[in-house]
């Protein structure tokens, strides 16, 4: 296990060709991810399919989708306020993953998913449970038929169901012309510049899955654990509050051009991603010999970071467990190793979605701020993160709705 920022650079930036992702984790995640990009090990199909995907997820093209994302938060709100019992508590971690769902079905779909999000939920849920205990304590194998298997995969019968209807829809019929394109679309349509081939629908299948999976839970826990601290820091939420007013001013719904003058949602949002990195491990598998700070590290071993303690690590963060967005202040973020912080890891396989998920956090953040709180309910015990294949807040998040005066 590596903790060091130099030793991290190492392995995913400097020698990334050498570590590959067969990997115990993407070994188990792999019955659901199949070759898709997240989880493949075979680096010339990465590559290839990076080439192709990554023009889609540029900050200017993510852009694109920034209405899916304040449309779908702003309905989010209204389904809240139109609830009979407003004072109620509501499981915000539930309701942000709908909220997560129903922004990357529209932007890969152009679909309203409605109900079926809920379904992909149930099954995506399943499928992290039985992996996640199967990632500690891995036996049987998972082609034993125990119970928990045959429930695994129905799961991935439902997820692989949910994406084909679309896929299906898609390829008999066309798209109005004047619709934008979805991300769906262009993936279809999307060649190779080293064949000029595109990708057959079998592999379409397993990305548009991964982009779903890499989308979910990752920024359902990262909005629920937002608001789950910001409830408990009334002087970071007051500042948030104070930019988001100040930049809206009349308006209630903030745009992409927005997200530039909010940098203090940011500095939020970036805390956060510290204290509960969703993806708080990353595995890397030696394809050759290595050796890293004089430490022989044989050809097949599993190497592993942990940024849930990177992220702890009292070289590079003072005072770690304390909840401070000023941590990522231009100036702090100047003093300290870029590699001490790697919640959507870093070099050729950093995240795909990045700057899709950081334009959805802010643009939801700051909408669901411009007018409402969420408030702790009296007596309500501390949330403890739960660490599955990733870190999810144990039992929900449970907040009360409040309007803003
Ligand atoms: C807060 C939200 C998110 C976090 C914390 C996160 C984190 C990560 C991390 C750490 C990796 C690298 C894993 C490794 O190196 O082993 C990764 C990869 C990936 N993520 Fe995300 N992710 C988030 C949101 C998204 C979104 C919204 C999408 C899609 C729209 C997405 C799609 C992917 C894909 C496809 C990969 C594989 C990239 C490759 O290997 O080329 N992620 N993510």
Redesign the pocket.
Known sequence: MLNHPDYIRHV?VDKSEQYD?D?A??RIARPVLRD?????ADMDL?RR??RM??PY?TPRTVSNFARNMTDETVRMLERWEARADLDAPLDVTDEFGQL?LRI?SR?LFSADVGRAAQAFERAFQTANTVLGKFFSFPFPPLSFPTPSRIRLRRAIDDMDGFISDFIKKRVTEEMPPDQEPD?LSLFLHAVDEDDGKGMDLEQLHH?VL???????E??T??LAWAFYLLARHPEVERRLHAEVDRVLGDRTVPDFEDLSKLPYTRMI?DEV?RVY???Y????HTREEDVIDGHRIPAGTQVL?N?YLLHRHPDFWEDPERFDPERFSPDQIARRPKHAY?????????????H???T??CLALATIARRHRLVTPEGAPEVLPDALI?LHPKGGVHLRLERRS
């Open positions: 995913l992702k990997a984790i993407f898709g990009l997240i989880a493949t990465w399919q990076r995907m990554a997820f997560a990357v932007s991300l990305e991964n982009i779903c999976v890499g989308a979910y990752t920024t826990n990262t949002i991603l990195s969703p993806a491990q990353l595995m890397r970071v940024s790697v919640p959507f890891g870093s070099g050729p396989r950093v995240c795909l979605g990045k899709f998920a950081l959805e956090i990733t």
